[in-house]
């Protein structure tokens, strides 16, 4: 699936994830391939991303690398699945 973060200075990533998981307002969730449409509010956390992930070099020091994946700390922000393409609109 395709996954874009976009935050108020700068779109962070764009590029195709197998799993993201966001901090919703009523506890945290994941979206895989195919989700069904969703549209959530986020809550400070991180949003986890795995795939085979590159990120720019521009943007690399916000994310965190684990063995899992990548996670991009936020304050809050909101989500859409939709057509297997995930925005996450990120403060």
Avoid: C, Q, R, Y
């Avoid at 993201?20 to 009523?26: A, E, F, N, R």
């Avoid at 020091?61 to 990120?90: Q, Y």
Wanted: charged letters at 25%; glycine letters at 8%; proline letters at 4%.
């Amino acid at each position: 699936m395709h996954l874009e973060i976009v935050s108020p200075e700068a779109t962070l990533f764009s590029g195709e994830v197998t799993s993201v998981t966001v901090p919703g307002v009523m506890g945290e969730f994941e979206m895989l391939n195919n989700h069904a449409p969703i549209i959530s509010l986020l809550k400070e956390g991180n949003v986890k991303i795995n795939g085979d992930i590159t990120l720019e070099e521009d943007v690399e020091n916000l994310f965190n690398k684990s063995d899992k994946g990548f996670w991009l700390p936020i304050s809050s922000g909101t989500i859409e699945m939709k057509d297997n393409k995930v925005i996450v609109l990120a403060d």
